[in-house]
């Protein structure tokens, strides 16, 4: 690798293994941009069911289970909806715990790295 003012920066097996490492969460953190952006939707949506429901004035109401709707009785919804609110929330935020933890992760290689090879790596996206 050649650093900006033409000396050579040795790459070690070890700053290789680093590299390598922030790629890998680099690509982790986008997959779970995505999966945070699903489970924010599906929090949405769960939301919306609720509202929907307590809007609805049936005492038997459909609730799709899978991909067959079936007629439950209001409060049988009622409490599997908040279940899977319940469940979604954690999900979300059991999501939002491991990015965290990702972007110190590759903050702290982006520190040693750009510590030994200055502007010969470039570790930002554009």
Do not use: C
Not at 2 to 20: K, L, P, S
Not at 50 to 60: R, Y
Not at 86 to 113: C, N, P, T, V, Y
Request: proline fraction near 1%.
């Amino acid at each position: 690798m050649q650093q900006g003012d033409g000396a050579e920066a040795q790459v070690t097996w070890d700053d290789q293994q680093n590299i390598n490492r922030f790629g890998r969460l680099n690509n982790r953190l986008h997959e779970l941009d995505d999966e945070i952006k699903l489970a924010k939707e599906a929090n949405e949506n769960l939301d919306d069911a609720g509202n929907e429901l307590i809007l609805s004035d049936e005492d038997v109401v459909r609730f799709q289970i899978g991909e067959v709707f079936a007629h439950m009785p209001r409060d049988d919804v009622e409490t599997r909806l908040e279940q899977m609110k319940e469940d979604a929330a954690k999900k979300l935020e059991r999501l939002e715990e491991e990015k965290e933890s990702i972007l110190a992760q590759m903050a702290e290689l982006k520190k040693i790295l750009y510590g030994k090879f200055k502007d010969a790596i470039n570790l930002e996206e554009d």
